[in-house]
């Protein structure tokens, strides 16, 4: 098979003698080296493999990387703060607000839930309940459960409200 090219966080990036079956999730790990899409079920059921594709949440097992050539991809690796942008490191807010309120256990499905978040938050800045529980609904986590992250996710509700000091840091955050 020919090649194509993807646009992944915001970078047009070649990708050569792909198949044409392989799913987003196999071209962005295997081929683009872009390990943040975790790979778990391949069924669509986990969320582990969740991004963006033009700003819509996917699970990247599902759709075929070459379907997606004229879209924009943004995964969990994408969603690093900008340099020019006020941040602890390289997490966003919604990372550290998940290391902060123990929303991390093993990891695996984190990213998955990043992505999930961002895009929750992006469409709602202060998402109702039923609102989060549909946002988090194809995620699956073994290890905490969803207080915890659901925690985080209120987190950054506070934090987005409060204008930041000079420091970047809500008072609320500190806490």
Avoid at 74 to 95: I, K, R, W
Avoid at 144 to 169: H, K, M, S, W
Wanted: glycine share 10%; with cysteine.
């Amino acid at each position: 098979m020919s090649g194509f090219q993807l646009t992944v966080n915001g970078v047009v990036r070649r990708v050569d003698d792909a198949l044409a079956g392989e799913s987003l999730l196999y071209v962005l790990r295997e081929r683009l080296g872009l390990p943040g899409a975790k790979n778990a079920c391949e069924q669509g059921e986990c969320g582990s493999c969740s991004v963006l594709l033009d700003g819509e949440l996917v699970c990247a097992c599902l759709e075929l990387g070459a379907a997606a050539a004229d879209c924009e991809v943004v995964t969990v690796e994408g969603l690093a703060p900008a340099a020019s942008e006020p941040a602890d490191g390289l997490l966003t807010d919604v990372q550290r607000a998940m290391v902060e309120a123990g929303g991390v256990q093993c990891g695996f499905c984190t990213p998955g839930f990043v992505v999930a978040i961002h895009q929750l938050l992006a469409r709602e800045a202060d998402p109702a309940p039923l609102q989060v529980r549909e946002a988090l609904a194809g995620n699956l986590c073994r290890c905490t459960g969803y207080g915890r992250i659901v925690d985080a996710i209120e987190r950054v509700v506070v934090d987005r409200r409060v204008p930041l000091p000079a420091n970047g840091r809500s008072e609320d955050s500190l806490s």
